[in-house]
């Protein structure tokens, strides 16, 4: 692995940028608020000893739904050690991470607290690449969900897509978290693997998503391949 300045264009950077990312979908994404990589400006590599790689990046960050834009610093650690470590994350974004969706987020969990009819959803997108407008807030649910699949499983050799959700249930709870089922798809850019993930998780406007549980699914070489997603 290079060290010192990156080319911002090549795989070393962009792997580093893509992991804050999912970083900022698990913590901070909501239904109607979620980020995507626009470009890395710069980035700077460093051994940290012999416990990992250190990267320093300057990167423009978007509000997907929004369309909002802002110029960020991040910091993404990778630990080495015989026991696999995610990532460490330090980014600094105020501006987007002050938008304020705290109205659409009460409006969608009272909407999905209240119906008499569990929502569930098959193929966000579909192979044409659409989701109905009802559905996007599933869709949504779907990547920060598994964001922190992402996240988790990144390394400096990893570069991961959301696909698809394949399907997702919401089930019925005793609590005041919003519980589902996903079973979600995500690329694998480098190997260009699709992988079959399945999830137990929740979500609330208060609490945002929390992963209960994640299972990774055996290879099956029946799927039907999801449209291209960035």
């Not at 990589?37 to 710069?42: A, E, M, N, P, T």
């Not at 940290?48 to 650690?77: M, P, W």
């Not at 589902?180 to 480098?190: Q, T």
Request: aromatic residues 8%.
């Amino acid at each position: 692995m290079a060290t010192g300045k990156l080319n911002p264009n090549h795989y070393p950077a962009q792997r580093a940028a893509k992991v804050v990312q999912h970083y900022l979908n698990a913590q901070y994404g909501s239904p109607y608020r979620l980020f995507g990589l626009q470009k890395v400006h710069s980035g700077d590599a460093e051994d940290v000893a012999d416990s990992g790689r250190k990267y320093q990046l300057e990167i423009s960050v978007h509000e997907i739904i929004s369309n909002a834009v802002q110029k960020c610093s991040a910091e993404v650690f990778f630990p080495r050690g015989e026991t696999p470590l995610s990532a460490q994350v330090q980014v600094s974004c105020e501006e987007l991470l002050s938008i304020n969706t705290t109205a659409q987020e009460e409006a969608l969990y009272q909407q999905y607290k209240t119906n008499q009819t569990l929502q569930s959803a098959q193929k966000l997108p579909d192979s044409y690449g659409h989701i109905a407008a009802d559905m996007k807030p599933l869709w949504h649910l779907g990547i920060m969900a598994s964001s922190h699949v992402m996240l988790n499983e990144s390394t400096e050799e990893t570069l991961y897509n959301m696909a698809q959700v394949a399907n997702i249930t919401q089930l019925e709870t005793e609590n005041d978290q919003l519980q589902f089922d996903a079973h979600i798809l995500l690329h694998e850019m480098v190997s260009q693997e699709i992988i079959h993930w399945k999830l137990l998780f929740t979500w609330s406007p208060a609490e945002g998503t929390k992963v209960l549980q994640m299972e990774k699914l055996p290879h099956c070489h029946d799927w039907e391949k999801p449209p291209s997603t960035d």
